[in-house]
C-alpha cells in the first residue's frame, strides 16, 4: 500500500499553523487526532484529515499531552487493551503506539473513557514501560 506523505505534509503544514485558539482537553478523553502518516508500522490517521481516535493518558500542559492510539482491530496480546467508553463504547487501545503530541492535532472530542478502565490503562502503560507485561 502506497502511503500519501505528500497530502499528509500539506495537511501537516495546516495543522501547526492553527492558531484557532486554545484546545481545552482532560485526561481519559477520547479525540478524533490527527496523527498523519507515518513510518513503517507505526500507526497512521485515516481519510483526508489522516484522523485516529486516541485516549488522552497524560495533560504535561495546554499545549502537549501523552495519548494512546485506538483501532478496530481487537488485538488479543499484551501491548493491546480495551477500554469502555461512559457511552460504553469500546475502544481498542495500542498501548505500544503511545506518544506524545501538541494539542493542535486534537480535531474533535468523542467521549471519555471510564474512570476504573482509565487506572487499569495506566497500569498497563507502566508496566510496559517497566517491561513486567
Known amino acids: 500500500m502506497q502511503k500519501d506523505f505528500d497530502n499528509w505534509n500539506e ?5 501547526d499553523k492553527n492558531d484557532v485558539g486554545l484546545i ?6 477520547v479525540w478524533w487526532c490527527i496523527t498523519g502518516v507515518n513510518v513503517g508500522v507505526e500507526i497512521d490517521g485515516k481519510h483526508e484529515l489522516f484522523l485516529r481516535p486516541v485516549v488522552v493518558i497524560r ?4 499545549h502537549m499531552a501523552l495519548i494512546v492510539p485506538t483501532t478496530t482491530q481487537n488485538n488479543d496480546n499484551k501491548y493491546h487493551f480495551s477500554v469502555s467508553g461512559e457511552d460504553e463504547k469500546i475502544y481498542n487501545s ?15 472530542k468523542i467521549g471519555m ?3 476504573e ?9 507502566s508496566n510496559m514501560v517497566k517491561g513486567i507485561l
Open 94 to 108: 495500542c498501548l505500544s503506539q503511545i506518544r506524545s503530541i501538541s494539542s493542535k492535532r486534537l480535531f474533535r
Open 117 to 125: 478502565d482509565y487506572k487499569m490503562l495506566l497500569d498497563k502503560v
Open 24 to 29: 481545552i482537553f482532560y485526561e481519559r478523553e
Open 59 to 62: 495533560k504535561f500542559n495546554k
Open 11 to 15: 495537511e501537516k503544514k495546516k495543522t
Open 113 to 115: 473513557i471510564k474512570s
